[in-house]
T-cell receptor
Framework: EADIYQTPRYLVIGTGKKITLECSQTMGHDKMYWYQQDPGMELHLIHYSYGVNSTEKGDLSSESTVSRIRTEHFPLTLESARPSHTSQYLC??????????????FGPGTRLTVL | KNQVEQSPQSLIILEGKNCTLQCNYTVSPFSNLRWYKQDTGRGPVSLTIMTFSENTKSNGRYTATLDADTKQSSLHITASQLSDSASYICVVTDRGSTLGRLYFGRGTQLTVWP
């Protein structure tokens, strides 16, 4: 079982609210990722980080932002939530193996519903 | 365009039966291929990983195969159990990028009935 945690697990909020989805890992992994997944669809990378103070946008354009102030913590923030943001958000991390492609360990996900 | 296609989209089998899930990919240059299991409402968990030189890998009742020439992989589940009910996702890594970009299939939703 991977030591990567996400809170909250479920969140229902109204349009226009600011929200932060938390992700923490205790494995000391440098690389961390945020994915968005709609039901029955593939995971889409929205943000990733190589380490502290490193953040990059992924393949899928997202209005969310991330920060990486500590190795173990990679929160995702939506300044003004909209119904189109309703989705499952998965956080993952991977150890610093050379060459990339190392196994990613996923958190349990946050199911976000914006009314 | 790098893509990962999985079939079938969904599958229902009886407990104790075997099944095989398929994955075709066009990702290039290829680094490795993983099969993940994702339980409902949970994050994916890695089952197997295979590099270019490997053509089979087992993990208990799960056996994955890889044909890098035809860019096809399969996941065979033996003697299925109720707990095997989940989505099985094929993930291919591109070694052409520093990040080691992952390409995800949409998954095969497996349901095991008693």
């Amino acid at each position: 079982e991977a030591d990567i945690y996400q809170t909250p697990r479920y969140l229902v909020i109204g349009t226009g609210k600011k929200i932060t989805l938390e992700c923490s890992q205790t494995m000391g992994h440098d690389k961390m990722y945020w994915y968005q997944q709609d039901p029955g669809m593939e995971l889409h990378l929205i943000h990733y980080s190589y380490g502290v103070n490193s953040t990059e946008k992924g393949d899928l354009s997202s209005e969310s932002t991330v920060s990486r102030i500590r190795t173990e913590h990679f929160p995702l923030t939506l300044e003004s939530a909209r119904p189109s943001h309703t989705s499952q958000y998965l956080c993952a991390s991977s150890p610093p193996l050379a060459g990339g492609g190392d196994t990613q360990y996923f958190g349990p996900g946050t199911r976000l519903t914006v009314l | 365009k790098n893509q990962v296609e999985q079939s079938p989209q969904s599958l229902i089998i009886l407990e104790g039966k075997n099944c095989t899930l398929q994955c075709n990919y066009t990702v290039s240059p290829f680094s490795n291929l993983r099969w993940y299991k994702q339980d409902t409402g949970r994050g994916p968990v890695s089952l197997t990983i295979m590099t270019f030189s490997e053509n089979t890998k087992s993990n208990g009742r799960y056996t994955a195969t890889l044909d890098a020439d035809t860019k096809q992989s399969s996941l065979h589940i033996t003697a299925s159990q109720l707990s095997d009910s989940a989505s099985y996702i094929c993930v291919v890594t591109d070694r052409g990028s520093t990040l080691g970009r992952l390409y995800f299939g949409r998954g095969t939703q497996l349901t095991v009935w008693p």
